[in-house]
């Protein structure tokens, strides 16, 4: 008797073990999913209030949205955590609403940090933060986006089949960055230089 008795408590303790370890993976799915379903809806959010702020998408995110329509040209901001210029950026040029709204309208905007310490893979290749627990170690995507220029804040504008067309450096004043993404979004670099763009643009910032 005492033998059944101790039998059938072991197995009603593996039955309890077995059922929390698959509620807690139920709950960790339901977790995940309501995170997923939290940050679509703050992009929606966003995207119905163009003018409120920049619509960020992680690299992966954006290429993925070019599959599928409307597809966008995609607009890389490549910073790092130390870079003084890219907090510059953010709390001024990228607050402005003119460049919110322009962008969130004509770009899938990606904020790449250019020491990331994942594994990406693109356009067939895989890229890797070699030494990610150096100090200062670029991720090969940033190396091979800025064409291994690597200053920060850098601007890197891929096509809607997401192929580069180039990549620009440095800070930059609304009223200067203006005209910039227009080339591109407003696809003026098929018809002209951008010196002569630059000289004929009357954009809303000046």
């Known amino acids: 008797m005492k033998n059944w008795i101790k039998t059938a408590f072991s197995v009603f303790a593996q039955i309890t073990i077995i059922s929390s370890c698959l509620s807690q993976s139920t709950n960790d799915k339901i977790s995940e999913k309501k995170n997923e379903k939290q940050k679509s809806t703050i992009q929606q959010k966003q995207a119905d209030e163009p003018g409120n702020e920049i619509i960020w998408y992680s690299f992966e995110e954006a290429v993925k949205k070019n599959l599928t329509y409307p597809k966008k040209k995609i607009f890389i901001d490549v910073y790092t955590n130390w870079c003084g210029w890219c907090k510059k950026m953010d709390s ?60 920060y804040p850098s601007y890197v504008f891929l096509n809607e089949d997401n192929h580069m067309l180039t990549a620009v450096q440095g800070f930059m004043k609304p009223e200067n960055f203006e005209p910039v993404i227009h080339y591109f979004g407003d696809n003026a670099h098929f018809k002209m230089s951008w010196e002569n763009f630059q000289r004929s643009f009357k954009g809303k910032l000046f």
Do not use: C, W
């Open 92 to 151: 001024e040029t990228f607050k402005n609403p003119e460049i919110v709204k322009y962008i969130n309208e004509h770009y899938y905007a990606v904020k790449l940090n250019a020491e990331r310490k994942d594994t990406v893979q693109y356009n067939g290749q895989v890229f890797v933060n070699p030494q990610p627990n150096a100090k200062r170690s670029a991720h090969q995507l940033a190396i091979s986006l800025l064409q291994r220029k690597m200053t």
